[in-house]
């Protein structure tokens, strides 16, 4: 099986987890990066306040997402671009909590996906200081991008599953996560769904 998957990163407006408001996609396959997107998105109504903490770390302000999409009408285009694939975040207990909870508080249904955490790859890979992920994705080979875009987030956190892939010479995502024994979360979504190469 070939290495592939789809990176993903979130920004929220505050601190709860519902607050998405902005979303950045990272398809790869057989180890290269073949597509990407990221917009804005709406947050839920009662999710949907700006906290000055957050402004500051990733600089989206209320009225560039009055017009975006908001989590329902955005989440069929989110899972079209993932498909079945595992998806790989850094720090993926709190991307997939974004995922699960915005989806809860607005009634829509979610694929089961799986996720490959980068986070725990880096420190079974890498020898460094800090796992952030600037700090892992130049061990990786990828420095110098606008952290906290989500999209920029979501290609150096690809970059970091294909550079420890190539350096264990694993095949796929669940051979990744064997080599360096930490797990894959989540059940399989169904193949029907899986993205298209």
Excluded at 8 to 31: H, K, M, Q, W
Excluded at 145 to 164: G, K
Aim: proline share 5%; glycine share 6%; net charge negative.
């Amino acid at each position: 099986m070939p290495l592939d998957f789809t990176a993903i990163d979130f920004e929220t407006a505050n601190s709860s987890p519902a607050s998405a408001c902005a979303v950045g996609l990272v398809r790869v396959r057989d180890g290269q990066v073949v597509a990407s997107a990221g917009w804005l998105i709406r947050p839920p109504a009662g999710h949907d306040e700006f906290q000055e903490w957050n402004v500051r770390i990733h600089g989206i302000e209320p009225h560039q997402v009055v017009d975006a999409p908001t989590w329902s009408e955005q989440l069929d285009r989110l899972c079209a671009f993932a498909g079945a694939d595992v998806l790989v975040a850094h720090n993926a207990s709190f991307d997939m909590k974004v995922l699960r909870t915005a989806s809860e508080v607005t009634g829509n249904a979610l694929p089961p996906y799986r996720s490959l955490c980068t986070l725990q790859v880096a420190r079974k890979t890498y020898s460094l200081d800090s796992y952030r992920l600037p700090v892992a994705a130049a061990a990786a080979g990828f420095g110098d991008f606008a952290h906290h875009d989500a999209l920029a987030d979501a290609r150096a956190c690809a970059q970091i599953a294909i550079d420890a892939a190539a350096r264990l010479d694993a095949a796929d995502i669940d051979e990744l996560a064997r080599m360096l024994r930490i797990t894959v979360t989540g059940s399989p979504v169904d193949e029907v769904r899986k993205a298209v190469a």
